[in-house]
């Protein structure tokens, strides 16, 4: 135990922590300008006052110790505590300090923290002889800046934008209108360092807190802890005061550790990434957030989601093991991985673990999901088939019994988006996830990942999936046997809120038979992770499809003509469904639209005469075209 004693009894008047230069020096001047916040592997400096000259005092001063410490029970044996006296030699890999200026009256010091210290909340006290001062606390971030750091990124633009900027874009939507939403990450607001402190603090290992990896899944599985714990069910309301209550991270993060902030329901359970994001440059690590559009979720790393409807073609989704979410949002950090190879040094996504593995959250390379390396951590053939199962619709008799439609495939993990570097436009980073489909090297991926998913299954697990995949192949070729037709579906990619729009389905009979066709239609509204949220519309209809007829029929879709309106958050899914005479075949077409809602923008009026007025409108959505498909923005 250290015994403190004044600065009288030592001889110093007082210590200046330079708190605003040093922070400027660190890039913390944002957090605050009078409270200590420095980065690792950088010196700072501090001032010492005496009370009587220098000289006076020398003899004791020469016998100065050093002492900072961290956490409740500080150890040298843990790295939470270092002692280190007066040197000349900095050393990024220990603590060191060494006398800059001295004269009569004040000694300025240069500390010296090492590049792989542990982070978080430290006391610096001075020990002279047998006496111990507290000179004062200060908090110690990661630091992109030092090339001795694992967070350190070379790019001064990549920096400013992964680490500085607190005003973002984050991407939701379908994959066909992508939908912009701006959002406050607020990592420098006055309060958001101590939050980001205390959250860590609930992961008791803080010896761990100098490896970014760890941090990094503390941060993760602490926030998905909280918001399990504070998110609400979404209300069945389309009050427009709930649309401007979700569009930044601070509050959530208020509200989740102190309970005093803004409420998160279930429809916005996507802000999970954003506040991680929040954290995680506080603390210093860069990070982002990113949007996969169609991305598989609950597959167990299957390459296949079976999704099941309804003899009406609903579909529920929320028992369903697997299911194609309409987009998910995560967050990636950069860091290097020692743990692994270089070769998986940049961009980690911050995943949820599969069930069973002891770690809540797991750091997966990207490029280790580019290259089908499924077993090299727990979540990464997750990851992967997040970004490139494919989907089976399985048509659920009332007797229970499944039939295969005849749908398109669909596939996931696309236009996987984040917010472009220094600017407000949306960069497509599925590059970094796959290679171009119909490659050959998405080919040897593909091949090699299959070939880890076996060596990593059971027995068991083989021979069901051998059993399923001989009962695809059956329905496959019994629909290959059948004069089938072809059915289309038509939909606009987004809808203004109680707007309308036409849709259109189209049958084709290739034949040389005319074929008794029951088509329905239906609309329902599905919340973002693809879970029934309300029945909306259906129309049946039987009719004769003529020998080698292409037949298109044009359907109104409007919010007049629903049941109920679509609860906040959600999307509409449109689905199309068809059989006809002497087949059991099952033909099925499904599309996801966005709801375009507006977003009331506020802006101030500077005429002298109405400076205090201000001026309200309503953004409309806007419809770009491919490659640059962004649906709304405000």
């Known amino acids: 135990m250290i015994s403190l004693f004044s600065m009288t009894a030592l001889g110093i008047m007082s210590c200046d922590f330079q708190a605003a230069r040093n922070n400027e020096e660190h890039h913390t001047q944002a957090i605050s300008s009078r409270d200590l916040i420095v980065r690792r592997g950088q010196p700072f400096t501090i001032i010492l006052h005496f009370r009587a000259p220098a000289g006076a005092t020398l003899p004791a001063l020469t016998e100065m110790v050093f002492i900072a410490q961290t956490g409740e029970q500080p150890s040298m044996a843990n790295r939470t505590q270092a002692i280190f006296d007066i040197s000349s030699l900095r050393n990024q890999k220990q603590w060191s300090v060494d006398v800059e200026e001295r004269d009569d009256q004040s000694w300025t010091i240069s500390v010296t923290t090492p590049a792989d210290a542990i982070i978080g909340k430290y006391s610096l006290l001075l020990q002279v002889l047998d006496k111990t001062h507290s000179l004062g606390q200060f908090t110690l971030l990661f630091n992109p800046w030092s090339r001795e750091d694992a ?38 607001e006055r309060d958001v360092i101590d939050l980001s402190v205390r959250l860590l603090g609930e992961n008791k290992q803080r010896e761990k807190w100098s490896d970014p990896t760890h941090v990094a899944q503390a941060v993760g599985a602490l926030l998905h802890d909280h918001k399990k714990k504070c998110v609400l069910p979404t209300p069945q309301t389309q009050d427009a005061a709930l649309l401007t209550k979700r569009r930044g991270s601070v509050p959530i993060l208020r509200q989740w550790l102190t309970g005093q902030g803004r409420p998160v329901y279930d ?21 982002r957030v990113i949007t996969v559009f169609s991305s598989a979720q609950g597959t167990g790393g299957k390459l296949i989601v079976d999704e099941y409807c309804n003899e009406e073609g609903l579909q529920n989704g929320e028992d369903q093991e697997g299911r194609i ?34 770690e809540a959250y797991d750091l997966v390379p990207v490029r280790a999901v580019k290259e089908g390396k499924l077993t090299l951590t727990p979540a990464a053939a997750d990851v ?30 696309d236009n996987i988006s984040t917010k472009g570097v220094g600017s407000e436009h949306c960069e497509d980073i599925t590059q970094n996830y796959k290679y171009p489909e119909g490659s050959l090297e998405e080919k040897k991926v593909l091949e090699r990942a299959e070939m880890e998913r076996a060596e990593m299954e059971s027995t068991e697990e083989r021979a069901e999936k051998e059993r399923a995949e001989k009962e695809r ?8 046997t059948v004069d089938r037709l072809y059915l289309f579906l038509e939909a606009p990619s987004s809808l203004p809120l109680r707007g309308d729009a036409q849709f259109f389905v189209t049958l084709v009979n290739p034949n040389n038979q005319e074929k008794t066709v029951q088509l329905t239609t239906e609309v329902q509204a599905v919340s973002y992770k693809g879970i029934l949220a309300a029945k909306l519309w259906r129309e049946k209809q039987s009719f004769t499809l003529s020998t080698k007829l292409v037949d298109r029929k044009t359907y109104r879709l409007s919010f007049s003509s629903f049941e109920q309106n679509p609860p906040e958050n959600s999307f509409l899914r449109l689905t199309a469904m068809a059989t006809y005479s002497e087949s059991n075949l099952t033909l099925f077409a499904q599309e996801d639209i966005a709801i375009c809602r507006p977003h009331l923008a506020i802006e101030p009026s500077f005429h002298m005469s109405t400076l ?4 309200t409108w309503f953004l409309p959505s806007r419809k770009f075209g491919k490659g640059d498909n962004i649906c709304s923005s405000t």
């Open 473 to 480: 192949a059956k329905k496959r070729m019994e629909h290959e």
């Open 151 to 188: 967070v350190f990124l070379w790019n001064e633009a990549q920096r400013s934008e992964y680490l500085l900027n607190q005003n973002g874009l984050i991407y939701l939507g379908t994959a066909n209108c992508i939908q912009t939403e701006p959002w406050d990450f607020g990592q420098f």
């Open 612 to 615: 205090a007025k201000m001026k």
């Open 384 to 413: 992967f088939a997040a970004v490139n199962a494919k989907c089976m619709v399985w048509k659920r008799h009332d007797d229970a019994t499944l039939e295969l439609t005849a749908s398109n495939t669909k596939y996931v993990g």
């Open 267 to 287: 429809g916005q359970a996507w802000v999970l990434a954003a506040v991680a994001c929040t954290v995680l440059r506080c603390l210093g690590i860069p990070a």
């Open 325 to 358: 979410w309409i987009f998910q949002t995560s967050t990636e950090c950069w860091m290097a991985r020692p743990d692994l190879s270089r070769d998986y040094n940049g961009w980690q996504i911050l995943y949820p673990t599969p069930r069973g593995v002891l």
